[in-house]
């Protein structure tokens, strides 16, 4: 079956510029997740969506980071005025939420470079 | 809140050798664990949990791990290694939830262990 798939693949982006950053997750799945992965780092977490909204955005570092998802079921990332430290691969998961665990399953990622 | 501290960023070990990866982690809050997986070039894979039970979780490819409560530790083996175990690995936690048991699971993950296979 699909898996959560992640457009693009790679992104390559001028400092100041503006991204977004598409996430589709497994179908049926209400739990939706963004992490960010910097070099030689393991993966922070970013946002939780159940369902249509975000229930914590904790993780987004600062205003220039937003995320939608407007019918429960896609999910894009945004960046606005793109710095070189937001440099990083940004990973999607998704779950269906269960009685204790939700399993998460990832994407392939994003990887963005800002120059 | 939590934290989790991988030991050992690289792990070089010879083909069919065992191998241990050391993860500790810190939490206020009981947590489940869990081992990931990545490949050159692709996302993260479940290689096993622990949710609650036996300490000792077994999980793909022959790898298993032993949750040390008092030790806050959950240290990932393998008997023996194949090259095709060469990867990076990533021990997380999260938070249990609330007192009907259910988290929605957000992740925190330690900064990886790049394990290298050597013929």
């Known amino acids: 079956g699909a898996g959560v798939s992640q457009t693009p693949s790679n992104k390559v982006t001028e400092k100041g510029?503006?991204?977004?950053?598409?996430?589709?997750?497994?179908?049926?799945?209400?739990?939706?997740?963004?992490?960010?992965?910097?070099?030689g780092q393991g993966p922070e977490f970013l946002i939780y969506f159940q369902g249509t909204g975000a229930a914590d955005d904790s993780g987004l570092p600062n205003d220039r980071f937003f995320a939608v998802r407007p019918e429960g079921s896609v999910s894009t990332l945004k960046i606005q005025r793109t710095e070189r430290g937001d440099s990083a691969v940004y990973l999607c998961a998704s779950s269906f939420p269960g009685l204790a665990f939700n399993e998460q399953f990832f994407g392939p990622g994003t990887r963005l470079t800002v120059l | 809140a939590q934290s989790v501290t991988q030991l050992d960023s690289q792990v070089p070990v010879f083909e069919e050798a065992p191998v241990e990866l050391r993860c500790n982690y810190s939490s206020s809050v009981s947590v489940?664990?869990?081992?990931?997986?990545?490949?050159?070039n692709q996302g993260l894979q479940l290689l096993l949990k622990y949710l609650s039970g036996s300490t000792l979780v077994k999980g793909i490819n022959g790898f298993e791990a032993e949750?040390?409560?008092?030790?806050?530790?959950?240290?990932?083996?393998?008997?023996?290694?194949?090259?095709?175990d060469t990867a990076e690995y990533f021990c997380a936690v999260s938070d249990i939830g609330d007192a009907g048991g259910t988290s929605y699971g957000k992740l925190t993950f330690g900064q990886g262990t790049i394990l290298t296979v050597h013929p």
């Open chain 1, 17 to 39: 510029k503006y991204v977004e950053l598409r996430c589709d997750p497994i179908s049926g799945h209400t739990a939706l997740y963004w992490y960010r992965q910097s070099l």
């Open chain 2, 32 to 40: 489940y664990l869990f081992w990931y997986v990545q490949y050159p």
């Open chain 2, 67 to 84: 949750f040390n409560k008092s030790q806050t530790s959950f240290h990932l083996r393998k008997p023996s290694v194949h090259i095709s």
